[in-house]
Each structure stands twice: as C-alpha cells, then as structure tokens.
C-alpha cells in the first residue's frame, strides 16, 4: 500500500452517547484525548488529511483535538467530498491509541473510492480490497485507558505535549 495521507475517525453517534458522557475517541489517556494522541501520530507519519465523522454535540470539542486544517462534519456529502480519491485513507472505526507494537486489528486503509462506494451501498465496514494496518490499540473502556496509562508511565512519556 502506498503512504497514507488521508484518515478518517469515526466517533460514536450523538445519540449513542448518554447525556453527560462523552464518545470514547475525547476521553483522556495522561491528560489528553485519545483523538489528540490519534491525530499528532498521524500527523508525524505524514497523513496530511484528516476527517472526523462527528455530530454538532462534539464537534467543537473534536476540533480542538485535531489541526484547525481538519474536517469534522455528520453530513454524508462531506465525507464523500473527502472519500474521492484513490489514495488509500485510513480508518479508524472506534476509538484506537497509537501504539508501534499493536498489530494489525480493526484499523483499516482502501482507496478513498472504494470506502465511498462501500459506505454508500452497504453501510459496511467490510471494504473489499482493504488492508489492516498495524500500529493502534482499540479502546474499549476505562480500563484500557488505565493499561495504556500505566504502559506510558512505566515508559516514561509525558503526561502532557504542547
């Protein structure tokens, strides 16, 4: 597969989330959203587009988890203005924490075209011609949270980046 430039988070619907919580993807790994953690990885590995499928109840907080450039939108038409192309986007379903070690899971990359046609169909995230990408540990809960922070303390990472 070729370098990624594109990715797109998927975070949970407003209304899946109980009033008073929040979508898994803004909870706090050491202080910062895992979206953040999510987003500055990306960024180092040169991904330059980034989407968050979002609805307006987190869209703010979303955004400023994410570069300004970002896109953060519900609406279908955004995400297959996004979608057209046939580079290869990465998409991360749920919430994930980069992690080097993580193998290949649930995190996916397809041509942007592909995904588009597939979502548009099928509403499936079983994309033909897709290929799993190492390098994000999923996020189930609290106590994944807990294992991650107690692995980057044991490592010595900070609590918190600029």
């Known amino acids: 597969m070729s370098r990624l430039e594109r990715?797109?988070?998927?975070?949970?619907?407003?209304?899946?989330?109980?009033?008073?919580?929040?979508?898994?993807?803004?909870?706090?790994?050491?202080?910062?959203?895992?979206?953040?953690?999510?987003?500055?990885?990306?960024?180092?590995?040169?991904?330059?587009?980034?989407?968050?499928v979002c609805g307006p109840r987190f869209a703010e907080e979303a955004g400023r988890c994410l570069p300004p450039e970002a896109e953060i939108s519900e609406q279908w038409e955004d995400l297959a203005r996004f979608l057209d192309t046939e580079e290869p986007v990465l998409v991360l379903p749920r919430a994930a924490f980069p992690m080097a070690e993580a193998g290949p899971g649930f995190a996916y990359a397809a041509p942007g075209r592909e995904l588009r046609e597939t979502w548009r169909e099928r509403m499936s995230n079983h994309v033909q011609g897709a290929e799993l990408i190492p390098g994000w540990l999923p996020v189930y809960g609290p106590q994944t949270i807990a294992e991650i922070e107690a692995l980057l303390r044991q490592r010595g990472t900070p609590a918190e980046h600029g």
């Open 7 to 52: 990715a797109v988070f998927i975070l949970e619907e407003d209304a899946a989330v109980p009033q008073g919580a929040k979508p898994l993807i803004l909870e706090a790994v050491l202080s910062r959203p895992i979206l953040a953690w999510a987003g500055e990885q990306l960024r180092a590995e040169g991904v330059r587009r980034l989407f968050a």
